[in-house]
């Protein structure tokens, strides 16, 4: 269907309409008199063939169309707004911005802080919002990209989208530091004997995804959505971890764990920013990106070397 016989202020009635579910909030919140939300919503309900909004009672209720409409009319909303905020040009040291940014707390520990204090330094008038990524981030991931300026995360996990590479990382298995069962080097065997916690979304670990490659099936025991709470749950437990050493490190001393090498060969992890196509030509976009490139590139220069071996308490 091509745009030009569409009516798109169509699309701000509609995403209210289907939010709100009432003609007269609808029409407040865009701008609209009842008369012309109703009228609104008559050309909505002609052009899709659907009452889209059904009465239930003294309510209304959305049909099986609009709960489908409901996700796209918002990504379609959020995509066009940031469509026409693009700007030809982008002065850091005296604009007024706000960027939005998703990422795991790995991400925003090891990246996101320092990135944080080099934006403040050189765009003061620039503010990051970070926000937890979403766990269906691989099923939706047009739209999610389409309501922030980027995402931190490996490559690996999606594809399909620009993407600029930051710094790697290798893998490190934490341990309890009481933990006498596992001696100066874990092994295979330590792998499928003992229980385990992990991040809740495993696909974003490809190191662990090789276990089962190498017939290891981990026994979780706990999965939890914070890379930062895993030293803490495996301290004083017979519980293993995989997890970032550059994060590792960072956390080394918070809780009472070992640090030990895989005992396989565990594929490095290459941390990017990806970003919706719809950015790629803003001037705004484009110093972000450079700026996060700039800080990513200084982390990749202090490659974190192998872990030294530590015997258990």
Same mark, same amino acid.
């Given at each position: 269907?091509?745009? *030009?016989?569409?009516?798109?202020?169509?699309?701000?009635?509609?995403? %209210?309409?289907?939010?709100?579910? !009432?003609?007269?909030?609808?029409?407040?919140?865009? +701008?609209?008199?009842?008369?012309?939300?109703?009228?609104?919503?008559?050309?909505?309900?002609?052009?899709?063939?659907?009452?889209?909004?059904?009465?239930?009672?003294?309510?209304?209720?959305?049909?099986?169309? +609009?709960?489908?409409?409901?996700? &796209?009319?918002?990504?379609?909303?959020?995509?066009?707004?940031?469509?026409?905020? *693009? &700007?030809?040009?982008?002065?850091?040291?005296?604009?007024?911005?706000?960027?939005?940014?998703?990422?795991?707390?790995?991400?925003?520990?090891?990246?996101?802080?320092?990135?944080?204090?080099?934006?403040?330094?050189?765009?003061?008038?620039?503010?990051?919002?970070?926000?937890?990524?979403?766990?269906?981030?691989?099923?939706?991931? %047009?739209?999610?990209?389409?309501?922030?300026?980027?995402?931190?995360?490996?490559?690996?996990?999606?594809?399909?989208?620009?993407?600029?590479?930051?710094?790697?990382?290798?893998?490190?298995?934490?341990?309890?530091?009481? !933990?006498?069962?596992?001696?100066?080097?874990?092994?295979?065997?330590?792998?499928?004997?003992?229980?385990?916690?992990?991040?809740?979304?495993?696909?974003?670990?490809? %190191?662990?995804?090789?276990?089962?490659?190498? +017939?290891?099936?981990?026994?979780?025991?706990?999965?939890?959505?914070?890379?930062?709470?895993?030293?803490?749950?495996?301290?004083?437990?017979?519980?293993?971890?995989?997890?970032?050493?550059?994060?590792?490190?960072?956390?080394? +001393?918070?809780?009472?764990?070992?640090?030990?090498?895989?005992?396989?060969?565990?594929?490095?992890?290459?941390? %990017?920013?990806?970003?919706?196509?719809? @950015?790629? @030509?803003?001037?705004?976009?484009?110093?972000?990106?450079?700026?996060?490139?700039?800080?990513?590139?200084?982390?990749?220069?202090?490659?974190?070397?192998?872990?030294?071996?530590?015997?258990?308490?």
């Amino acid at each position: 269907m091509s745009l *030009s016989g569409l009516d798109l202020n169509l699309v701000l009635s509609l995403r %209210a309409l289907l939010e709100e579910r !009432n003609v007269t909030r609808a029409g407040q919140r865009v +701008g609209l008199s009842q008369p012309a939300m109703s009228a609104a919503l008559a050309r909505l309900r002609r052009h899709f063939d659907d009452d889209l909004l059904a009465r239930v009672g003294k309510q209304y209720e959305l049909t099986a169309l +609009g709960r489908a409409l409901l996700d &796209r009319t918002s990504t379609a909303c959020d995509l066009l707004e940031r469509v026409f905020s *693009s &700007r030809a040009d982008f002065a850091p040291g005296s604009e007024e911005h706000e960027f939005t940014l998703l990422t795991s707390d790995y991400a925003l520990a090891v990246f996101g802080a320092e990135f944080a204090r080099t934006v403040h330094a050189e765009a003061p008038g620039v503010r990051l919002r970070f926000q937890r990524t979403p766990i269906d981030v691989t099923e939706e991931t %047009a739209p999610l990209l389409s309501t922030a300026d980027g995402l931190l995360m490996p490559r690996g996990v999606i594809s399909g989208f620009p993407a600029v590479d930051l710094y790697t990382d290798r893998w490190v298995f934490l341990v309890a530091e009481t !933990n006498d069962e596992v001696g100066d080097q874990l092994t295979m065997d330590d792998l499928a004997r003992l229980p385990w916690v992990i991040y809740q979304r495993a696909y974003d670990a490809p %190191a662990a995804r090789q276990l089962s490659m190498l +017939g290891v099936d981990p026994r979780v025991e706990i999965s939890v959505d914070s890379f930062q709470a895993l030293p803490f749950l495996v301290a004083g437990t017979r519980r293993i971890a995989l997890v970032q050493q550059r994060l590792a490190e960072l956390l080394r +001393g918070v809780a009472a764990v070992r640090l030990m090498e895989p005992p396989y060969g565990a594929v490095p992890l290459q941390e %990017a920013l990806w970003w919706h196509p719809v @950015h790629t @030509h803003d001037a705004a976009h484009i110093w972000l990106r450079e700026t996060a490139a700039r800080v990513g590139a200084e982390l990749a220069a202090s490659e974190p070397g192998r872990i030294a071996t530590v015997a258990p308490r």
